[in-house]
């Protein structure tokens, strides 16, 4: 468990050294956070922008995505039938980081409206690096990223 949070692949409620629970792991949480998913009709959330539509990708599954544009916070809302996401304006930042994945990756891993609103926000946060892909590269990441959850055979 100690392994899991220092990496930032789970979360949990409570001391290490007690008996702590666990709230989130691998891009789901229970604790609210402003990243939705409706996946086969279950209501959850996810840890950042990318997972809600890479999670429904790397599964196959039908889903919701709702999440908050963080240039302009508007809304965005993604209906990914078999886990597929639509033609769309939509494009997610995919920042270059390290460190617990959670804390480093996650909070930067933001869908945005369109490709000018990824130039505005970019201009606020220069020290942010990484790449724009568009939602059809961001479901190919995340059919690799929970690879492990389809294919058990597979080394990290
Ligand atoms: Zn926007």
Redo the contacts with the bound molecule.
Sequence with gaps: MGQLVAAGVATIDGELGGDPAVIGAEGLTVAATSHRLLLEGKHLHTWCGFDTVGIPAALAVDAVAATT??????E?VLALPGGQPPASSVVGWWPQVSGPVNESFCPVAGL???QE?VT?WRAANLSSRGEALSLIELAERGRSTWSLFTEPGDTP
């Design positions: 544009c963080p240039s302009c916070g508007g965005i945005f409206c369109s609103h505005t």
